[in-house]
């Protein structure tokens, strides 16, 4: 059975403080692992793809990593606007169309 | 418009009514899901549709019947639900259900059953 498992639940950081969120998974055959931002009363909202272990990808203040079992997005210098929930996803391969998302991690980054 | 747009964002009805959410998106994408998101638990998929036609159903009681008229169109038909239906139902595309493409949600409808 595929699982996510996400860490920390919940973040307080103070505004340049940076800071990892964990994303651990086990999944036959990753297809590719997914990153969202979900802030109160919205949908999540993309953030990154990543395929395969070793692949890095960045936006602003966010950079996501991929090993064989886990990924990270680092925060930089975060900022009060960086506040949401991040969600983690990973879909398998064999021809299944049922992603696997985490719980998330509730980040607050105070001024 | 662009994206993903759910309507209505909130709905409030009892466990005997009948009622529909809609979603509709301006993507262009051929693959479009529903989920369930309840509090403290992970996003749990619900339905697939690629190409108009249904290609997942996870495991979800028959009280709640999805329909995709075109691929730019979803529906959920609710009826005789359960207190414990009550949660945000989020929308999605991808540009496949391939799985390599990410999704793209909409804001979600509130769902509250009396």
């Known amino acids: 059975e595929d699982q996510v498992t996400q860490s920390p639940e919940a973040l307080r950081l103070q505004e340049g403080e940076s800071s990892s969120l964990n994303c651990s998974y086990t999944?036959?055959?990753?297809?590719?692992l997914f990153w969202y931002r979900q802030d109160p009363g919205k949908g999540p909202e993309f953030l990154f793809t990543?395929?395969?272990a070793g692949e890095e990808k960045e936006k602003e203040r966010l950079k996501a990593t991929l090993t064989k079992k886990e990924s990270f997005l680092h925060i930089t210098a975060p900022k009060p606007e960086d506040s949401a929930t991040y969600l983690c996803a990973v879909q398998a391969g064999g021809g299944s169309y049922i992603p696997t998302f985490g719980r998330g991690t509730s980040l607050i980054v105070h001024p | 418009e662009t994206g993903v747009t759910q309507t209505p964002r909130h709905l409030v009805m009892g466990m005997t009514n009948k009622k529909s959410l809609k979603c509709e998106q301006h993507?262009?994408?051929?693959?479009m899901y529903w989920y369930k998101q309840s509090a403290k638990k992970p996003l749990e998929l619900m339905f697939v549709y690629s190409l108009e036609e249904r290609v997942e159903n996870n495991s979800v009681p028959s009280r709640f019947s999805p329909e995709c008229p075109n691929s730019s169109h979803l529906f959920l038909h609710l009826h005789t639900l359960q207190p414990e239906d009550s949660a945000l139902y989020l929308c999605?595309?991808?540009?496949?259900?391939?799985?390599?493409?990410?999704?793209?949600f909409g804001d979600g409808t509130r769902l509250s059953i009396l």
């Open positions: 999605a595309s991808s540009q496949d259900s391939d799985g390599n493409q990410p999704q793209h």
């Open positions: 999944v036959s055959g990753l297809r590719g």
């Open positions: 990543l395929y395969s």
């Open positions: 993507l262009g994408h051929n693959a």
